[in-house]
T-cell receptor, first 115, second 114 residues
Framework: EPEVTQTPSHQVTQMGQEVILRCVPISNHLYFYWYRQILGQKVEFLVSFYNNEISEKSEIFDDQFSVERPDGSNFTLKIRSTKLEDSAMYFC?????????????FGEGSRLTVL | AQKVTQAQTEISVVEKEDVTLDCVYETRDTTYYLFWYKQPPSGELVFLIRRNSFDEQNEISGRYSWNFQKSTSSFNFTITASQVVDSAVYFCALSANTGNQFYFGTGTSLTVIP
């Protein structure tokens, strides 16, 4: 069964460092997302990406964040200068079509710990 | 604005008991989609069910059942004969036809005691 894969599963970094989280969405999917879940809290939307550009982003997704689809398979989330409050589980998700066509398929998450 | 409310933060039941997880949503869209996801202790998000706003038929899948009522804007999830493996956090989510994102509730942590 096709799945969304994320690397690394866990990353520990020092405050102020740059972090890149990687995702390989399901191959025939066209819509890509990043969500964040601070420990014990709700899953929060960060950004959606379609047709090689950001289609929607939340207020959390400030200038410290960027996304990129550098090739035909990877979808990355970069945090330029990490802060303590960036510590969270980051979920990548993909969907085959627009909102009315089905569920999001989530990866297993990348846990980011900022010290 | 879209919003999902899961008023129950934590529930504990004894194995084999039935349990219902509540979900209330708000949206102004006439077309929308409701979802339930399970998050086991390992952390991943597992899709359970999707419902569109035009389909109020209740659904049963094994021990799981869902009750969608537009009149009360609710999409409740019942597990019958609960098992220890059902212990997880369960999230209800809403996706409207406008916009791109899923809106998650705060989750209900279910503990099934053997």
């Amino acid at each position: 069964e096709p799945e969304v894969t994320q690397t690394p599963s866990h990353q520990v970094t020092q405050m102020g460092q740059e972090v890149i989280l990687r995702c390989v969405p399901i191959s025939n999917h066209l819509y890509f997302y990043w969500y964040r879940q601070i420990l014990g809290q709700k899953v929060e939307f960060l950004v959606s990406f379609y047709n090689n550009e950001i289609s929607e982003k939340s207020e959390i997704f400030d200038d410290q964040f960027s996304v990129e689809r550098p090739d035909g398979s990877n979808f990355t989330l970069k945090i330029r200068s990490t802060k303590l409050e960036d510590s969270a589980m980051y979920f990548c998700a993909s969907r085959r079509g627009p909102p009315n066509t089905g569920e999001l398929f989530f990866g297993e998450g990348s846990r980011l710990t900022v010290l | 604005a879209q919003k999902v409310t899961q008023a129950q933060t934590e529930i504990s039941v004894v194995e084999k008991e039935d349990v219902t997880l509540d979900c209330v949503y708000e949206t102004r869209d006439t077309t929308y989609y409701l979802f339930w996801y399970k998050q086991p202790p390992s952390g991943e998000l597992v899709f359970l069910i999707r419902r569109n706003s035009f389909d109020e038929q209740n659904e049963i899948s094994g021990r799981y059942s869902w009750n969608f009522q537009k009149s009360t804007s609710s999409f409740n999830f019942t597990i019958t004969a609960s098992q220890v493996v059902d212990s997880a956090v369960y999230f209800c989510a809403l996706s409207a036809n406008t916009g791109n994102q899923f809106y998650f509730g705060t989750g209900t942590s279910l503990t099934v005691i053997p």
